[in-house]
């Protein structure tokens, strides 16, 4: 079946410094890419999505970019904040249905 | 602000059990999503609901069934609970009929239910 794989599972960063969050996707026919955030013990929330007419979206610290060719999008945090700490997850949709299928998640450590 | 309640937070229920998990929106959303969140696996889909009365199998139906009366409810059960479905299950709903994909349509998650079935 189509899955999204997600890279790395944990990544620990200086704050300040950025971060950068990998996801490769196989259903040809994805069409949208959304990124949720999940605070400890909170609900998932969407931060940033991009669908596959456009190769790059930015808003304020964080960006997202798309490769159709490669089927892959990447997360891009700059100017990393403790707030940031989270677990993010990306998804890509299954052809242009409502289904997303997720990627298994990136727990994104903010050091001091 | 879109608000989706589930109906608890933490439940712990006894091997062959019929359990009820219960989701409300309050925004009119035609789309309805069970989820259930285990580490490492991220968010697979049980099931979901495009309008009232209607119901699509997700990744992982087996073991539970859905029901969606009303529009602004959606409920997940599970028959006869087993211990392998001890889990965080998160409902969400969006707004845009027949398609997530849309820019304006992001998925409004539930706080979510810890079940743990001893």
């Known amino acids: 079946g189509e899955n999204v794989e997600q890279h790395p599972s944990t990544l620990s960063v200086q704050e300040g410094d950025s971060a950068v969050i990998k996801c490769t996707y196989s259903?040809?026919?994805?069409?949208?890419f959304p990124w949720y955030k999940q605070e400890l013990g909170k609900r998932p929330q969407l931060i940033i999505d991009?669908?596959?007419n456009v190769g790059e979206k930015k808003d304020q610290r964080i960006a997202v970019t798309l490769n159709k060719t490669a089927k892959h999008f990447s997360l891009h945090i700059t100017e990393t904040q403790p707030e940031d700490s989270a677990v993010y997850f990306c998804?890509?949709?299954?052809?242009?249905?409502?289904?997303?299928?997720w990627g298994a998640g990136t727990k994104l450590i903010i050091k001091p | 602000d879109v608000k989706v309640t589930q109906s608890s937070r933490y439940l712990v229920k006894r091997t062959g059990e019929k359990v009820f998990l219960e989701c409300v929106q309050d925004m009119d959303h035609e789309n309805m999503f069970w989820y259930r969140q285990d580490p490492g696996l991220g968010l697979r889909l049980i099931y979901f609901s495009y309008d009232v009365k209607m119901k699509e199998k997700g990744d992982i139906p087996e073991g539970y069934s859905v029901s969606r009366e009303k529009k602004e409810r959606f409920s997940l059960i599970l028959e006869s609970a087993s211990t392998n479905q001890t889990s965080m299950y998160l409902c969400?709903?969006?707004?845009?009929?027949?398609?997530?994909?849309?820019?304006?349509?992001?998925?409004?998650f539930g706080n979510g239910t810890r079940l743990t079935v001893t």
């Open positions: 998804a890509a949709s299954l052809g242009g249905n409502y289904q997303l299928i």
């Open positions: 991009i669908r596959s």
């Open positions: 969400a709903s969006s707004r845009t009929p027949g398609n997530v994909g849309s820019y304006n349509s992001p998925l409004h």
């Open positions: 259903d040809s026919a994805s069409n949208y």
